[in-house]
């Protein structure tokens, strides 16, 4: 199966975000017509509490380095050694990228090795659109604590996060510290979505989150109080 792809944001998960304070517990809903409401509609008149978004940039990131510190889950080798003309044989594992992609367009999702977490094509394949505004393609956001942390306020380009490289992206892309940025209007060619479960319940506590359960740290949005980003990267 296929990765869905070139979907703008827009379509995916819009929402009104006039006003909103940056804090995660105050994400506005996701728009009328939209996958991800489509999908949380179909889930809670099944009976289920728990709803579905888009990762924020720290999510994905977590969840890309599975447990890792260093640019690439299997490595230790830097995104800065590579570049457009480089090979990486390594990454060749777990990723479709410009070097071994066999045809135009995205692959099955599977093709190639997970991380840690058993998350598949993290890298390449199908670029992945996250929930924050885009407020720079480096450094981290050292005074924000992840547990109320989702990017920027606003954006005056209305630009998103984009994560993980695609199909056609260079070794030095397709890693767990690269991140660029889309209108949330353009359709991105190659530009897909990983979801996060958020549990249907008014409290998640520390010990949930820091239990050891891969499954558990994905889906809660919340990493557990007076935690920074420096204690993840």
């Not at 979801?195 to 319940?201: A, D, E, Q, S």
Request: charged share 20%; hydrophobic share 35%; with cysteine.
């Amino acid at each position: 199966v296929k990765p869905k792809e070139s979907i703008s944001w827009d379509s995916f998960r819009g929402g009104d975000w006039t006003g909103w304070d940056g804090a995660y517990a105050n994400v506005p809903a996701p728009g009328d017509g939209t996958f991800v409401k489509a999908l949380n509609d179909t889930v809670a008149a099944a009976g289920c509490a728990d709803m579905f978004d888009l990762c924020t940039s720290f999510q994905w990131e977590r969840a890309a380095r599975a447990g890792t510190r260093t640019d690439y889950f299997f490595s230790d080798k830097t995104a800065a050694e590579f570049g457009s003309d480089d090979d990486f044989p390594d990454l060749w594992n777990y990723a479709w990228f410009a070097k071994n992609f066999p045809s135009i367009g995205v692959q099955d999702v599977g093709g190639k090795s997970p991380n840690a977490w058993g998350l598949y094509d993290v890298y390449g394949n199908a670029y992945e659109q996250c929930l924050d505004w885009h407020e720079g393609n480096s450094g981290l956001v050292k005074d924000k604590s992840l547990e109320d942390y989702a990017g920027a306020s606003s954006n005056s380009y209305s630009n998103r996060v984009v994560r993980g490289g695609h199909y056609t992206s260079d070794a030095g892309k397709c890693s767990s510290v690269f991140r660029t940025y889309q209108k949330t209007s353009t359709v991105l060619e190659a530009g897909g979505f990983r979801l996060i479960r958020k549990p249907g319940t008014s409290s998640i506590t520390v010990s949930k989150v820091k239990s050891g359960s891969p499954e558990k740290d994905i889906a809660n949005p919340i990493y557990g109080t007076a935690m920074t980003a420096t204690d993840f990267f």
